[in-house]
């Protein structure tokens, strides 16, 4: 029996070639972050046309704190950042201007006076007179009248006649003249009075707007902002200190043009850091503002954008005075909500 030869093959089998599982992860990771880049993009560029996006900042009502006179700080009794109750002294100064004001005023009212008792005599002694002017005049005017019966019954002549009337007329004439002093008198003493009366109510108010030199809270709340020094001289109207009182709101500020419509009573969500805040939108002024300055500089955003008013709806949350908050977005922090929904159902 003969057995053949059997030589080995040389050909190779050929066989689908499989595809690398690592190869496919990363094409999808270059697509997922080829589209992550174009959303960004995206948002970027047009999300605020599209998405309720702005900036805000917490804030309550001002008040000022300011001198009505020219003086110098004595003392400042409050510092940035305390709390502080509606009349509170807040800071003592001393004004010459009050002490001259005051002087001035107090030496006008003693002229017055002056005038007013001498009015006051002159009137007495003119009432004096004009009791003895009435009977004066009534004793011409009998007189008079005897001297025209006498001369109807041939017993007076008409020379004593003439000086009967020249004697009536004169006392009438007195009579006239001091009636019209005691009116005079009298009209000049109540327009005296009536000075009198303000010069003491103008320095009531003086007196009442120095208050012995103590500037007090106009209400309570947090002082923002010290501007004055003490040993500095201020004129009136200078801003020395600033508080905020009041429920703080934010103060939100949208670009304008955008394709979204803001009304009132609108919900919105605000970032602060890592909390979320919720918001109503209380009132939408129909005017641009220009931006604050803190916008201006940290945001960069337009020069002016719509303005609206946002109560905060958890105020245990409650962000510091002043604080910069994120309102709405685009649409990375709808997935950020999204997520959060998802997690708390």
Same mark, same amino acid.
């Given at each position: ?98 002490? *001259?004001? &005051?002087? =001035? ?6 002229? /017055?006076? @002056?005038?007013? !008792?001498? #009015? ?52 009438? *004439?007195? &009579?006239? =003249? ?6 005079? /008198?009298? @009209?000049?003493? !109540?327009? #005296? ?19 012995g030199g103590r500037l007090v809270a106009p ?53 602060y850091g890592t909390r979320n805040l919720t ?48 309102i709405g977005g685009g649409l990375f922090s ?12």
């Amino acid at each position: 029996m003969k057995l053949k030869n059997h030589r080995p093959s040389t050909r190779l089998i050929r066989e689908p070639r499989a595809t690398p599982k690592k190869r496919n992860l990363g094409r999808w990771i270059y697509i997922g972050l080829l589209m992550l880049i174009g959303l960004w993009a995206f948002d970027v560029f047009f999300g605020q046309f599209f998405f309720l996006r702005g900036n805000g900042l917490v804030v309550a009502r001002p008040y000022v704190v300011a001198s009505e006179y020219i003086g110098t700080v004595q003392d400042i009794s409050v510092r940035q950042g305390e709390a502080v109750n509606e009349g509170d002294v807040v800071a003592f100064l001393t004004s010459k201007q009050y002490d *001259e004001e &005051l002087a =001035r005023s107090q030496f006008e009212l003693s002229t /017055l006076s @002056a005038d007013r !008792a001498r #009015l006051t005599s002159e009137l007495n002694g003119q009432r004096e007179l004009i009791a003895l002017a009435k009977k004066r005049l009534a004793s011409a005017t009998d007189f008079r009248t005897r001297l025209e019966t006498g001369l109807a019954n041939g017993v007076s002549t008409g020379t004593a006649l003439n000086t009967a009337y020249e004697r009536e007329y004169t006392a009438r *004439e007195d &009579l006239e =003249r001091i009636t019209s002093d005691i009116t005079s /008198l009298r @009209a000049e003493l !109540a327009a #005296l009075y009536q000075q009198i009366d303000q010069r003491r109510v103008l320095m009531q108010k003086i007196e009442a707007a120095y208050d012995g030199g103590r500037l007090v809270a106009p209400a309570g709340g947090i002082v923002t902002e010290v501007n004055a020094i003490e040993s500095s001289v201020i004129r009136p109207g200078d801003l020395i200190m600033t508080i905020a009182a009041g429920t703080p709101y934010v103060l939100a500020y949208f670009e304008n043009g955008s394709l979204y419509d803001i009304e009132p009573g609108q919900p919105v969500t605000m970032y602060y850091g890592t909390r979320n805040l919720t918001g109503i939108v209380t009132a939408l002024l129909p005017v641009s503002e220009q931006l604050p300055e803190e916008f201006q500089r940290s945001f960069e955003p337009t020069d002016r954008a719509q303005i609206a008013e946002i109560r905060i709806a958890n105020p245990e949350n409650f962000p510091p005075l002043f604080a910069k908050l994120d309102i709405g977005g685009g649409l990375f922090s709808s997935v950020h909500r999204l997520f959060d929904w998802m997690l708390e159902t």
